[in-house]
């Protein structure tokens, strides 16, 4: 499902934060799968409405499962595909939202970033503890 649009967007973020929820509690349930296929989808297409669509999802969430789903998926896909273009912005939202900078800890991927990116963002959560 395409997120060009508000409505879009938001049931591809309700969808895939129900996945995780569902995830977390041990379900069995296809009917959101479709998000994140979508999400990958997303993140090559639109990195503007992507970052905007992470950061939202973050805010929507607590406990770390929760934001480990994100950091592991969309959001290391994300920094993967597009890091080097949105460091600054990266980095700014890391110096000011607390849960953003604790989803960076769950930011893997490193074998398919550049070694700059990797140390930066290293250092962004250096302070972290594991997810």
Same mark, same amino acid.
């Given at each position: 499902? @395409?997120? +060009?649009?508000?409505?879009?967007?938001?049931?591809?973020?309700?969808?895939?934060?129900?996945?995780? %929820?569902?995830?977390?509690?041990?379900? =069995? +349930? +296809? /009917?959101?799968?479709?998000?994140?296929?979508?999400?990958?989808?997303?993140?090559?297409?639109?990195?503007?409405?992507?970052?905007?669509?992470?950061?939202?999802?973050?805010?929507?969430?607590?406990?770390?499962?929760?934001? !480990?789903?994100?950091?592991?998926?969309?959001?290391?896909?994300?920094?993967?595909?597009?890091?080097?273009?949105?460091?600054?912005?990266?980095? !700014?939202?890391?110096? /000011? *939202? @607390? %849960?953003?900078? /604790?989803?960076?800890?769950?930011?893997?991927?490193? *074998? /398919?970033?550049?070694? =700059?990116?990797?140390?930066?963002?290293?250092? #962004?959560?250096? +302070?972290?503890?594991? #997810?």
């Amino acid at each position: 499902m @395409p997120a +060009d649009d508000a409505e879009n967007r938001e049931q591809l973020l309700e969808a895939y934060l129900a996945h995780t %929820k569902a995830q977390e509690q041990g379900v =069995e +349930d +296809d /009917r959101y799968f479709w998000a994140v296929e979508a999400m990958w989808e997303f993140v090559e297409r639109d990195p503007e409405g992507t970052w905007t669509l992470i950061l939202d999802m973050l805010q929507r969430v607590d406990g770390n499962y929760a934001i !480990a789903s994100i950091a592991a998926g969309p959001l290391e896909n994300f920094i993967v595909a597009h890091g080097g273009r949105f460091l600054d912005r990266i980095e !700014a939202e890391a110096g /000011r *939202n @607390p %849960k953003f900078r /604790r989803a960076l800890v769950g930011v893997w991927g490193e *074998n /398919r970033m550049p070694e =700059e990116l990797v140390q930066r963002l290293r250092e #962004l959560v250096r +302070d972290e503890p594991p #997810l």
